[in-house]
C-alpha cells in the first residue's frame, strides 16, 4: 500500500506472501485466495530481493501461508540480509524447530505470530493438538533469543475473550502484541467468522481494560478509527494509507491491498521498480486517500480517511464509503 507515500522514490517495506500453502486452516483466513497461486521460483525470489536492496527497500516481510513451507526461505532470507535489508517472517509457529529457530537467530530474523487465545479457543481456530505444537515452536524460539510479535486476529470465534488473549500473549513472552478484525475475505464470508461492528467494539474495550491492567500498550492493525475512543488510552492504531509498503503475491502480482486484491502489476513482467511505479500511479490512490462524507466533522477524520477502505468495498460495493466497523460512522452509513 503507497497512500500517501507516493511521492517516494521506492518503498520502505516489502510485504510479500511468499507461498498461499498452510498446514493449518483457520476458518478467517483471508489468504487462502492466494493458495492457487503457483509461488516465484527461487531464482524470481532472488531477484526481486536483488532489486528490492536497488530500490532502497529497508524491511523484507516474508508471511504467507505459512513461509516456513518453502524450502528455500532461507536463501531468500539470507540474500536480504546479505543486502543490509532488515527482515521478519510471519509464521504460525507450529513448524517451529530447534534448527529453524537456530538459523534464523543467526540471520536476526524478526518473528510475528497468531494467537486467537487460551488453548481451548486456539484450537477452535487451528485445529486439535495445534495448540501443543504452537508451544513447542516458542520454546524454540525463546531458547534462541528471538523476538516475537503476537498478533490477535479478532473473529466470532474469540471477540468476547481478547482479554484473555492478550494476557496469555504476556504470559508467553511477547515482545508486542497487535489485534486485528478478522477481515470479511478468504474464508470468512463462507464460515461466518467475521466479527460485526458491536463485536469488534467489546473486543477493543476488552482490550484497553486488560491493557491498562498490565501496562502496557495494544496496536491495532487496520481499525484507525480507534483514536475516535476517548477511552482507548491503550491502544495505538495507524493508517495503513501512510505506510510506504509495495504488497506482492505468491505469484508476483502487485496489489493493492493484500485483502482486498487489487492488482496493479506483476514483478516478472514490469520488474519491482515498474511495479512501484506503476503502484504510485494508479487511480485508486487519490479515491482511498479522499475521506468519505459520512466522515465529515469526525475529529479523526484527518487521519483515518474512512479506516480500512479493503471493508468499505467489500461492504458497500465502492469508495470513498467508512469502514463498516467503525462505531461512529459505520453503522449508521448509507453511500
Known sequence: MVGDAMTSEGPEWLIWIVTGACNLRCPYCYAARYQAEKPLSTREGLRIIDEAAELGVEHVNFTGGEPLLRRDIFELIEAARSHGIETSIFTNMTLMTEDTAARLARLETFL????????????????????????????????????????????????????????????????????????????????????????????????????????????????????ALPWARHLISSNCRDWNVIDITPSGKVVFCDVLG????????????????????????????????????CPVAASCRGACYARAQLHWGQLPSPDPLCPVAGPRARV
Open 112 to 227: 510475528y505470530t497468531s494467537l486467537d487465545g487460551p488453548r481451548d479457543v486456539y484450537e477452535k481456530a487451528k485445529g486439535p493438538g495445534s495448540w501443543a505444537r504452537f508451544l513447542k515452536g516458542l520454546e524454540a524460539v525463546r531458547r534462541h533469543g528471538l523476538g516475537f510479535h503476537v498478533n490477535i486476529p479478532v473473529s466470532r470465534l474469540n471477540y468476547s475473550r481478547v482479554a484473555e488473549a492478550i494476557k496469555t500473549a504476556v504470559e508467553l513472552g511477547a515482545s508486542s502484541i497487535s489485534m486485528i478484525p478478522a477481515m470479511p475475505a478468504g474464508r470468512a464470508p463462507g464460515t461466518g467468522t467475521s466479527v460485526s461492528s458491536h463485536e469488534f467494539l467489546e473486543a477493543l474495550r476488552q482490550a484497553e481494560e486488560a491493557a491498562s491492567q498490565l501496562g502496557i500498550t495494544v496496536a491495532v492493525w487496520c481499525a484507525p478509527f480507534t483514536r
Open 262 to 297: 487489487v492488482v496493479v502489476a506483476d514483478v516478472k513482467r514490469d520488474g519491482l521498480r515498474g511495479a512501484w511505479e506503476k503502484l504510485q500511479k494508479h487511480p485508486l490512490n487519490r479515491v482511498i486517500n479522499t475521506t468519505p462524507r459520512q466522515c465529515m466533522g
